[in-house]
Nanobody, 124 residues
Framework: VQLQASGGGLVQPGGSLRLSCAGS????????VAWFRQAPGKEREAVSC???????LYYADSVKGRFTLFRDGSATVYLQMDSLKPEDTAVYFC???????????????????WGQGTLVTVSS
């Protein structure tokens, strides 16, 4: 079971990118979906997650007010990233799990299904 993540790229500070995540063998509808990121030399961190609703439930403090997580009618999940900063540079991974894996304080356990990662580089 795989997830397909896309949308990464090179953007200048202050710019925007939209990442997308779709299930290749199953629908993401009604599932918890999360985005994680891992910067060089750092541990992977949770950026945002949603439960079975169509909007983000949890956002890391470092991205609150700048990133928005939402799901459209086709069950594709998007991470809209605005006002990007150089410290947002990382490989971003989407992951899926049963809906109760995401709570208001973030992911509660390791997610089951993962995408391949997409690189986001914020640099002038």
């Amino acid at each position: 079971v795989q997830l397909q993540a896309s949308g990464g790229g090179l953007v200048q500070p202050g710019g925007s990118l939209r990442l997308s995540c779709a299930g290749s063998e199953f629908s993401l509808k009604y599932r918890a979906v999360a985005w994680f990121r891992q910067a060089p030399g750092k541990e992977r961190e949770a950026v945002s997650c949603m439960d079975n609703k169509d909007v983000g439930l949890y956002y890391a403090d470092s991205v609150k007010g700048r990133f928005t997580l939402f799901r459209d009618g086709s069950a594709t999940v998007y991470l809209q990233m605005d006002s990007l900063k150089p410290e947002d540079t990382a490989v971003y991974f989407c992951a899926a799990a049963p809906s109760y894996y995401c709570k208001i304080n973030g992911p509660t356990r390791r997610f089951d299904y993962w995408g391949q990662g997409t690189l986001v580089t914020v640099s002038s």
